[in-house]
């Protein structure tokens, strides 16, 4: 029998994500990396970084391609949740890709990550994720996310302190719990 996950959002968001589990066969599905399907963010903090302020603006592009930026993402642990949608989503026969705002420096070592835990699934570098014309997207990022809402596409929102409520009247905005 395949795994289906439960919901752990607002019951009002309820009827539209089990829409999307009804549908979602055959669909592409762009889930983000960082801090959608990894926790970026609990490394930074065991560190001393903060992440109040999402972008933090000490952790530029170039932060992430020296080795203290590239130690933090390979030791970013699953968020538990985002694991089982992506699971739920795989096992209901949905296209997943991975698409990420991640530097061009770091296409390398985030394909073969995505390889040795994921094997099968692209990964496409953007900043720009909205013109990738996917039908569901995950994301975390509210800059990305405003973009994503403009295609009226719907996103899966995991609740950040950056992102919380934000985006709570879209239509194609459902939140989940971390």
């Known amino acids: 029998m395949k795994q289906v996950v439960y919901f752990s959002g607002k019951a009002k968001d309820l009827p539209k994500f089990l829409n999307l589990l009804y549908n979602v066969e055959g669909k592409i599905v762009a889930f983000d990396i960082d801090n959608t399907l990894i926790n970026v963010n609990k490394r930074l903090e065991e560190i001393g970084y903060s992440t109040v302020l999402y972008p933090n603006p000490e952790l530029t592009d170039d932060f992430w391609t020296t080795v203290e930026g590239t130690s933090i993402l390979l030791g970013a642990e699953p968020i538990s949740s985002s694991l089982k949608l992506l699971t739920t989503f795989l096992n209901l026969n949905a296209e997943v890709v991975f698409v990420t705002s991640r530097s061009r ?66 239509e194609n905005a459902v939140y989940y719990n971390i």
């Open 105 to 170: 420096e770091l296409k390398s070592l985030t394909e073969r990550w995505a390889e040795k835990y994921f094997p099968g699934i692209e990964v496409y570098f953007t900043k720009e994720k909205h013109q990738l014309d996917a039908d569901v997207y995950v994301e975390d990022d509210p800059v990305q996310i405003k973009q994503i809402l403009t295609t009226n596409k719907l996103v899966l929102i995991p609740r950040w302190p950056y992102n919380l409520d934000l985006f709570e009247t879209f």
